[in-house]
T-cell receptor
Framework: QKEVEQNSGPLSVPEGAIASLNCTYSDRGSQSFFWYRQYSGKSPELIMFIYSNGDKEDGRFTAQLNKASQYVSLLIRDSQPSDSATYLCAVPSGGSYIPTFGRGTSLIVHP | NAGVTQTPKFQVLKTGQSMTLQCAQDMNHNSMYWYRQDPGMGLRLIYYSASEGTTDKGEVPNGYNVSRLNKREFSLRLESAAPSQTSVYFC???????????FGPGTRLTVL
């Protein structure tokens, strides 16, 4: 069973701070990594994906991948109350397109 | 471009009743998926269809059946609903270019 682990939180940060969300995975063959955001009562929506080791930036979001240590993280700079949501890490097993989802980390950004 | 649509949005069933959840996508994606989401359990894959005409079991297929009616539509059927099937059900489709999944709005099902 492929595993994707996330701290369930909640992670509480003040407005304007950097929020750091982490995810570890068990399958060393995994090649692609996804972060989805899910507001309460809504469906997941893609924030970012990353394939290569290192950092990938998109606006206030940065995904960081370290395949040797088998973790992927999401940094949210200048956090806003509208960023308050659950963040899901998704990792397809190597050679498949079937992602395993972590249980999600709840983020609360307070004014 | 509606993306992924699901019907119904809400449903209440009695134990033993049957129903079909409908899903359609207009993005010309080959792959489609059915998940259930329970509090504290994350998203768990029920069934998926890699392409029109094929379906495969996921992590939690017991009590469910699926039909890939055509490239656009993928339905999920509960033949004899049980209280353990109370959940939120999401349908998703996947783009082949980036492997990103696009989710429908979900169906909130309660089985009494």
């Amino acid at each position: 069973q492929k595993e994707v682990e996330q701290n369930s939180g909640p992670l509480s940060v003040p407005e304007g701070a950097i929020a750091s969300l982490n995810c570890t995975y068990s399958d060393r063959g995994s090649q692609s990594f996804f972060w989805y955001r899910q507001y309460s009562g809504k469906s997941p929506e893609l924030i970012m994906f990353i394939y290569s080791n290192g950092d990938k930036e998109d606006g206030r979001f940065t995904a960081q991948l370290n395949k040797a240590s088998q973790y992927v993280s999401l940094l949210i700079r200048d956090s806003q109350p509208s960023d308050s949501a659950t963040y899901l890490c998704a990792v397809p097993s190597g050679g498949s397109y079937i992602p395993t989802f972590g249980r999600g980390t709840s983020l609360i950004v307070h004014p | 471009n509606a993306g992924v649509t699901q019907t119904p949005k809400f449903q209440v069933l009695k134990t033993g009743q049957s129903m079909t959840l409908q899903c359609a996508q207009d993005m010309n994606h080959n792959s489609m998926y059915w998940y259930r989401q329970d509090p504290g359990m994350g998203l768990r894959l029920i069934y998926y269809s890699a392409s029109e005409g094929t379906t495969d079991k996921g992590e939690v297929p017991n009590g469910y059946n699926v039909s890939r009616l055509n490239k656009r539509e993928f339905s999920l059927r509960l033949e004899s609903a049980a209280p353990s099937q109370t959940s939120v059900y999401f349908c998703a489709s996947r783009t082949g270019s980036t492997d990103t999944q696009y989710f429908g709005p979900g169906t909130r099902l309660t089985v009494l």
